[in-house]
């Protein structure tokens, strides 16, 4: 008896209508030439309450933002942290690379570097890309309200923290999650110092650092020191090059997009800013 009756709730399984399928849509992605006939992702995450309003948003500009790099990940903290009232709903988008090294590194590095990563040098071209196409898209395509930051971790830090000194006025706020600041000696921050002896005034700039050895403690707390009041720097040697950025980015979104509420100490909704000095 058991096993027709198991036939027959197997047979009527099998004749149940399938139920019915929707895709679930969190934004938009634009292929766009980038250079040599090569393109590049461009993905773009709209906010809860988008599409229904009128509202205009602040832009988080993501570096590593391909579908299988930093996009999910970020996008949902943005999600949360709206949802708590902890950072500002922002419009995300996601700009894929593929040879990092070469698009997010602005130096050749030194003769051991060379060697090992020959196509590293060509961080300007990628930072035009950013500027001439991808700036313009994203304003003339969605409900912008003129407010934006720029994000990235490891060698995306580098490239952030490079722009930050170089071309400060590209984005209004930046965030370096343990940028690779090792390269070529720490000669990026030792270059940032340098510009602050010479008065120049940055726009806020969010860096950390974890537990990766004193020559990139040194090179972060450099370029903390060069920032002055406008560097947050957050330490976290409790944490790795592996687990820091999923860590460290509802800090970062809070520092780049805050809100006006204020919050329950027990929340935990801090972001724990130090001036740091350099490390003898």
Known sequence: MRSCAALLVSAALSIAPAAAQTPITIGETHILAYADGEARQVNVYLPEGYAEGEERYPVLYLIDGGLSQDFLHVTGTTALGALWGRSQPV???????????????????????????????????????????????????????????????????????????????LFDRYAAINPSLWWQGNALAERAQGAALRGLAPPPLFITYSNEGPETERGVRLVAQAGGDAACLVPTPDLTHATAYHILTPQALQFLFPTDYDFDPELGFEVGCERGKVSE
Do not use: H
């Not at 003769?111 to 035009?128: I, V």
């Not at 930051?149 to 400060?168: Q, R």
């Open 91 to 169: 419009i995300v988008v996601g700009i894929e690379t593929k040879d990092r090294r070469a698009e997010l590194i602005g130096t050749k590095g030194n003769a051991e570097e060379r060697e090992a990563f020959p196509t590293a040098g060509d961080s300007a071209a990628f930072r035009t890309w950013l500027r001439d196409k991808v700036k313009p898209l994203v304003t003339q395509t969605y409900r912008t309200n003129g407010t934006d930051a720029v994000m990235g971790e490891s060698l995306a830090g580098l490239f952030i923290v490079e722009t930050w000194l170089d071309e400060p006025a």
